[in-house]
């Protein structure tokens, strides 16, 4: 199944509502990096939350990059989206195995630890725009909806989940974001909170729903929602050697033949977010350099 990303306006345009089964997106990334359990549920909640944040992106050459750095083993998590929805990411120690938390889930908030929420969006100003938060809980969804409120003052309910088989592999990964706008009544807004107060995951709507369109009607409440656009997601890496010769540039020419002598005459970039692994022998250097 193809990865969905469906946006809606509910109770008459007063509430935004942005929804994705990114189920195939996080099974690329799972394969790619090998990722144990825990962090295919950490890095898959992040790609998931990027896919919806690049969806509100207006122009082809804006790009957004996310990183949460906490303390736990894991160490840093990155993810990069651009507007054509081409998601990528990768994991600082994609091998980290840790026993279920005390209600028997994958324990994100310790593979995390605490630390903090950075947001770079790229979006055509002389100067990127940054926001930063705090992580709350370090389970990642409670995290974003912390973010949008401090640092884009945007209240919203977020969930995100990855579910995990028996067989190890990626059963669902979905999320979703819900943004009353200015004009929303209280009433409509305590409705959204407290069915979402009773939704204890994502993934399990998705899977016991028949279509994602019934899903954003559970979680909104309005069985009149109008779905306004759809679109696909996907894992992509985009990288080339085009960039790459340019990495290699960025050296110079004496740090880059220092790194050729002290490997074997073979310089190697490995790209962090697809694994691919691109090689430079001497030639190749002094051509770059002429």
């Known amino acids: 199944m193809e990865n969905i990303l469906k946006k809606y306006?509910?109770?008459?345009?007063?509430?935004?509502?942005?929804?994705?089964?990114?189920?195939?997106?996080?099974?690329?990334?799972?394969?790619?990096?090998?990722?144990?359990?825990?962090?295919?549920?950490?890095?898959?909640?992040?790609l998931i939350m990027t896919a919806i944040m690049s969806s509100k992106l207006k122009d082809k050459d804006n790009r957004i990059t996310v990183q949460i750095k906490g303390d736990g083993p894991i160490g840093s998590i990155v993810t990069c989206g651009n507007s054509n929805l081409d998601i990528k990411g990768y994991v600082s120690v994609p091998d980290v195995e840790l026993p279920l938390n005390d209600i028997g889930k994958l324990d994100v908030a310790k593979a995390?630890?605490?630390?903090?929420l950075n947001v770079i969006k790229d979006i055509g100003l002389k100067e990127p725009y940054i926001g930063y938060s705090k992580l709350v809980t370090s389970e990642i969804a409670e995290d974003f909806a912390y973010y949008f409120v401090t640092s884009e003052q945007t209240p919203c309910a977020v969930a995100l989940g990855v579910n995990i088989s028996k067989e190890n592999k990626v059963d669902m990964a979905a999320g979703y974001i819900i943004e009353p706008l200015p004009d929303c009544s209280e009433d409509i807004i305590d409705i959204i909170e407290s069915i979402n107060m009773n939704i204890s995951?994502?993934?399990?709507?998705?899977?016991?729903?028949?279509?994602?369109?019934?899903?954003?009607?559970?979680?909104?409440?309005?069985?009149?929602?109008?779905?306004?656009?759809?679109?696909?997601?996907?894992?992509?890496?985009?990288?080339?050697?085009?960039?790459?010769?340019?990495?290699?540039?960025?050296?110079?020419?004496?740090?880059?033949?220092?790194?050729?002598?002290?490997?074997?005459?073979?310089?190697?970039v490995n790209c962090n977010f697809c694994n691919k692994t691109y090689k430079y022998n001497k030639e190749m250097i002094e051509k770059l350099f002429s």
């Open 9 to 46: 306006l509910a109770y008459d345009g007063m509430v935004k509502v942005v929804l994705v089964n990114g189920t195939k997106m996080v099974s690329e990334a799972r394969n790619i990096h090998n990722l144990s359990n825990v962090t295919t549920a950490a890095l898959g909640r992040t």
């Open 112 to 116: 995390v630890g605490k630390g903090y």
């Open 201 to 268: 995951s994502v993934t399990g709507l998705m899977m016991d729903l028949d279509s994602i369109d019934d899903v954003a009607k559970t979680i909104t409440g309005d069985n009149n929602i109008v779905c306004i656009e759809e679109l696909n997601p996907s894992y992509k890496c985009d990288c080339s050697t085009s960039r790459i010769d340019k990495t290699i540039i960025a050296l110079g020419k004496d740090e880059a033949f220092k790194i050729l002598e002290e490997n074997n005459n073979v310089v190697e």
